[in-house]
């Protein structure tokens, strides 16, 4: 079996699929013209010192930046820690 392992200061995100390649009238969106989204699912990080993520966190990232993988028939986004912007948390309800 094979796995990715990020090395120094790297993150590696899995990028989430849009489930429809369509719009509601039925017009098909080619993955050029589709909006990438700035969110992702970490999946194995680098030696990164005190980090404020762990595996399975689900975190936004600066656009235009890492560099695009396909691993496994996946699609996987390799970018430093810096460029990593917020954590989703779950919270309390008010």
């Keep these: 079996m094979k796995a990715l392992q990020p090395l120094n200061d790297n993150v590696l995100l899995e990028i989430q699929q849009a489930k429809e390649p369509k719009t509601i009238s039925g017009i098909i969106i080619p993955d050029s013209a589709k909006e990438k989204p700035d969110y992702a699912k970490v999946v194995a990080m680098g030696s990164i010192e005190n980090p404020g993520i762990s595996v399975g966190d689900t975190v936004f990232y600066r656009k235009h930046t ?29």
Excluded at 66 to 94: C, H, N, P, Q
């Design 66 to 94: 890492g560099t695009e993988i396909d691993f496994d028939g996946k699609k996987y986004l390799l970018m430093a820690y810096a460029d990593l912007l917020a954590r989703v948390m779950a919270t309390e309800s008010i």
